[in-house]
């Protein structure tokens, strides 16, 4: 059953979004402990970060809001297509105009990246609407900007120049 009351819900949507953004951060903070030679907390940090994951995926689907992979891709699409439109193009002039330059370079690299998925998303749902798998081998991520390539990663980033050799693979 998905809850229905208009308060439960807003306290669900903000719990969604506060494990969500605890997830995450524990995964940055275990990949910090790494790097500085702390692979037991390190391995703290992942164990707590699939906690807070568990925790989201459960409020996700209480607020009713996994559907059938069609659907899911969709909202995706969505969600990508907001960040390119909307989003990231606000955030970057903002950072630009006050000269942050970190801010302008994470939201440049944000942008670059969502207009690659939302592309993606679009495709695989073309698919999946039919009932059909895509096909890719593999997909590359560059882990400084977030780059996506299927099948094939470039020599270095188009996006932050990164080598081909630092893509994550995801087979």
Known sequence: MVV?????????EDAFAGESMAHMRYLIFAEQAEREGLHNIAKL????????FVHAKNHFIALGKLGKTPENLQMGIEGETFEVEEMYPVYKNSAEFQEEKDAVRT?????EAE???????KK??????????IEIK?????PVCG????????????VCGAPRDKFVVFE
């Open 115 to 121: 207009k690659i998925h939302a592309e993606l998303y």
């Open 45 to 52: 940090f992942r164990a707590i970060a699939h906690a807070e």
């Open 147 to 158: 780059y996506t390539a299927v099948d094939e990663a470039p020599e270095y980033c188009p």
């Open 138 to 142: 593999r997909v590359y991520i560059c």
């Open 107 to 111: 939201t440049h690299y944000a942008l």
């Open 124 to 133: 695989a749902k073309e698919k999946a609407e039919k009932g059909e798998d």
């Open 4 to 12: 229905k009351r208009e308060m439960t819900r807003k306290f669900l």
